[in-house]
C-alpha cells in the first residue's frame, strides 16, 4: 500500500485546507484509515480516523467540531477538511492505514497502523 497526502501550505488563523491521502494498492473502503500530525518538538498525535463500517473517529478536544474526515471510494482517497485553524494546528499531517486493528480506541495509537503517507506541512500563521 503506497499512500500519498497532499493539501498542505500556509494559512491564516482562522482559515481553511483540505488535506487528502490518495491511495494504491489498497481500496481504503477496506481498512481502517487514520490522520495524524507531528508538530516540531511534540510526539506524534491522533487527530481523527475513519473505518471501513463509515466509523468516524476524532482526537477529544482539540479538532472535534472543526476537522472532518470522510471518504471518496470512486477516487480511493480520505480527505481531511480543517476549518477554523489555530496556529496549533501547525504540523506535519500524515495519513496511515491499519490493516488489522479493529475499530475503536486502539485507532488512536499510531503503532495500530501498517503504512504511511510521507506527509504534507500545514502552517496556520498568527
Known amino acids: 500500500v503506497q499512500l500519498q497526502a497532499s493539501g498542505g501550505g500556509l494559512v491564516q488563523t482562522g482559515g481553511s485546507l483540505r488535506l487528502s491521502c490518495a491511495a494504491s494498492g489498497r481500496a481504503l473502503s477496506n481498512v481502517e484509515v487514520g490522520w495524524f500530525r507531528q508538530s516540531p518538538g511534540k510526539e506524534r498525535e491522533f487527530v481523527a480516523a475513519?473505518?471501513?463500517?463509515?466509523?468516524?473517529?476524532y482526537d477529544g478536544n482539540s479538532v472535534k467540531g472543526r476537522f472532518s474526515i470522510s471518504r471518496d471510494n470512486a477516487k480511493n482517497t480520505v480527505t481531511l477538511q480543517m476549518n477554523s485553524l489555530k496556529p496549533e494546528d501547525t504540523a506535519v499531517y500524515y495519513c496511515?492505514?491499519?490493516?488489522?486493528?479493529?475499530?475503536?480506541?486502539?485507532?488512536?495509537?499510531?503503532?495500530?497502523?501498517?503504512?504511511w503517507g510521507q506527509g504534507t506541512l500545514v502552517t496556520v500563521s498568527s
Open positions: 475513519i473505518g471501513r463500517s463509515g466509523g468516524i473517529r
Open positions: 496511515a492505514v491499519s490493516q488489522y486493528t479493529a475499530w475503536g480506541p486502539a485507532l488512536n495509537r499510531g503503532s495500530s497502523y501498517d503504512y
